[in-house]
């Protein structure tokens, strides 16, 4: 059975990206030193193999959809700031992806290099986006890439600024988190009306095929876990807590979810919800900071594709309109349908926005009694 429709091309070109960015990632990870490191402005860390990734997929989007620009997570132009970082960049795409800096002196291998990453990097306004356009994440989680724990490699297909497709190359997820041992290594594909599938790493990693056919590939379908027993839900949140006033815990609280919740990082969250690892995804940050399109583009069709339903934590969809950051958006509550519904009213009748107001008056005030 073939998958796509009418993006069967794109589909189709999109997987083989993902899949050989997935394997990319996983040789240089465990290659990594401390050197390979690098802190951006905002303190996040970016490594070799973020850049990599991006320089892979977008070499190969552009070579083929070249009228849909990327809006990627990486620059270029900051890579080439950091010579030494450059170095050991360029030094793993020679090996890896030789065909992308052939023939080339160092100088120019470096100046290659950085463009290929950069022309994944849209800086202008979200207005002058056309209708279709890439957003990419080439490592979502780079806090779990260094500790060899759940990473993601995102990429979403955007329609008149919503996701209409979306792929998530997670090397580290695990067949199941219940049992130990098993196959690791899944990439994730949704195309909006054709539901959603996984592929072991194993069987599309070299990345050439021709069409995505369901049955070759040993694609599973995907289907959101649709019970609303909550003495059996399962809450995924991120590994390290951004919910650092407590609203994930009152909500867990007041609604008596008793299990513990699984603790990963990156988008691979999404994919536990869309497998029915885990039932409920709610994310609430401080009211100041703003979620980035590429940190959830990809894995909210998938979700949706597999029956479930994603909007920010006060139930309003996510607009990514804005530009770079779901700027009208606070938090992330994603879940089925119906038990959706049961958090969100939960949600409400706490007022998370009122309760972190709150939380940081009585803060200033305690700091200004100091």
């Known amino acids: 059975m073939s998958f796509g429709g ?6 189709t070109i999109a997987l083989n990206a993902v899949a050989k960015a997935s394997v990319l990632c996983s040789y240089i990870q465990k290659r990594l030193d401390e050197e390979s490191v690098q802190t951006k402005s905002d303190l996040s860390p970016v490594t070799i193999a973020d850049y990599a990734s991006q320089a892979l997929i977008s070499s190969i ?13 990486e620059s270029g132009k900051k890579l ?22 052939a023939a080339a002196s160092e100088e120019e291998a470096k100046q290659k290099l950085a463009d290929v990453i950069e022309q994944a990097s849209w800086k202008s306004s979200a207005s002058d986006l056309p209708r279709r356009w890439w957003t990419l994440d080439p490592i979502d989680g780079t806090l779990g890439f260094l500790r060899k724990g759940q990473y993601a490699v995102a990429l979403a297909l955007m329609e008149d600024n919503q996701p209409i497709m979306g792929l998530l190359g997670c090397p580290e997820l695990p067949e199941s988190f219940d049992v130990e041992g098993g196959n690791k290594g899944s990439v994730l594909i949704a195309v909006k009306g054709q539901g959603a599938y996984s592929f072991e790493l194993e069987n599309i990693k070299e990345g050439n095929f021709e069409a995505i056919d369901i049955d070759a590939l040993h694609g599973k379908k995907l289907q959101v876990n649709s019970s609303t027993d909550l003495s059996q839900i399962r809450l995924v949140e ?3 807590r951004h919910d650092t006033e407590g609203v994930v815990d009152i909500v867990r609280r007041r609604l008596n979810i008793a299990q513990e919740p699984l ?6 969250k999404y994919s536990t919800v869309a497998r029915g690892d885990s039932s409920l995804y709610l994310r609430v940050s401080s009211l100041t900071y703003k979620e980035k399109i590429w940190d959830h583009a990809g894995g909210h069709i998938i979700v949706e594709e597999s029956g479930g339903l994603v909007t920010d934590a006060l139930g309003r ?3 990514y309109s804005r530009g770079h950051a779901l700027t009208e ?15 969100l009213n939960e949600i409400k009748a706490l007022d998370p926005v009122a309760f972190l107001t709150q939380q940081q008056l009585q803060k200033a005030q305690a700091q200004a009694t100091l």
Request: some cysteine.
């Open 61 to 73: 989007i552009l070579s083929h959809l070249s009228d849909h620009p990327i809006v990627g997570e």
């Open 238 to 240: 991120s590994f390290e």
């Open 317 to 319: 969809p996510l607009d």
């Open 263 to 268: 603790r990963i990082d990156s988008q691979c």
């Open 80 to 101: 080439l700031k950091n010579p030494g970082l450059t170095e050991k960049v360029l030094g793993f795409t020679r090996e890896l992806i030789p065909e992308l800096t």
């Open 6 to 11: 009418a993006l069967a091309r794109e589909a």
């Open 329 to 343: 958006n606070f938090g992330i509550l994603c879940a089925s349908p119906a038990l959706h519904e049961i958090v």
